[in-house]
């Protein structure tokens, strides 16, 4: 049985969530093989949280959040986006969805390595409904001065930071992030944490971060600890920590 969607937002009882799943559930099949990814997920998620989850490979983490961010469907339950029903949207709804409202962050940077560090931010610009210019994008995550370097030219948590920026210049409603920080060393990470935590607080972007890396949920306002397709336990942090106070 799932613990409690923990549904208290950090806003105040009268805030609607931005996301509710009741009973959301995920199997693969390999053949004659069924693989549960996720087993009965129950949760909200509320503009503005920072939302970290834990959990072993293997745990249902990546499934859930590419549910949640429109690039996969569930097999039962449902997932709803404020009033957009998620579960039984077709290709292009999602298709949609996921250019208006998500922005995404991946391990590896997936730049194109031929266009510049501007350029590469473009191509998103080019299809958002109302965004951020490339340029305004860059100066959030502190690369104004590299724009016109190509990805070969810049370091690799540099180009987590295109990437990230890249992901908000459409201005999105939440930051889905998988492992942003898991090709990176300890200090290039933590700048990299620095950009999405900034993002979150001052633009008021709502962050979901998957990490194998404990010491990131200190940053939270809540974790959620996934094990064999469940959410096995809800945590909210009394005091949340900066990137600068973290340490593993």
């Known amino acids: 049985m799932n ?41 909200d998620v509320y503009a503005g949280e920072f939302i970290v989850l834990l959990g072993a490979s293997g ?20 997932v709803r986006f404020h009033d957009h029903n ?17 922005g ?9 390595p031929s266009l510049t560090a501007r350029e ?11 965004p951020m210019a490339p340029e305004e994008a860059l100066g959030w995550v502190g690369l104004a001065d590299r724009m016109d370097h190509f990805p070969s030219q810049l370091s690799g948590g540099e180009q987590q930071r295109i990437a990230i920026a890249r992901a ?35 633009l008021g972007t709502t962050a979901v971060v998957i990490t194998h890396n404990a010491a990131i949920a200190g940053m939270a306002h809540r974790v959620w600890r996934l094990a064999n397709g469940r959410i096995a ?10 990137p600068a106070e973290l340490a593993w």
């Open 168 to 202: 908000v210049a459409k201005r999105p409603q939440v930051l889905l992030c998988d492992e942003p920080t898991g090709a990176l060393d300890y200090e290039t990470g933590k700048l990299v944490l620095e950009v999405i935590a900034r993002i979150n607080g001052e």
């Open 233 to 242: 336990g809800v945590e909210r942090n009394a005091r949340r920590l900066t």
């Open 3 to 43: 613990p409690s969607p923990d549904a208290s937002p950090p806003a105040g009882p009268a805030a609607a969530p931005l996301f509710t799943a009741r009973g959301l559930t995920k199997v693969y099949h390999m053949g004659e093989v069924a693989v549960h990814a996720l087993r009965g997920v129950d949760l």
């Open 86 to 102: 998620l579960s039984d949207a077709d290709e292009r709804a999602l298709t949609r969805y996921r250019r208006e409202h998500v």
């Open 120 to 130: 590469n931010v473009a191509l998103v610009t080019d299809i958002a409904e109302s």
């Open 59 to 78: 745990s249902g983490k990546s499934t859930l959040l590419n549910i949640l961010g429109g690039l996969d469907t569930p097999t039962a339950g449902e």
């Open 104 to 112: 995404f962050v991946f391990q590896f940077y997936n730049l194109i």
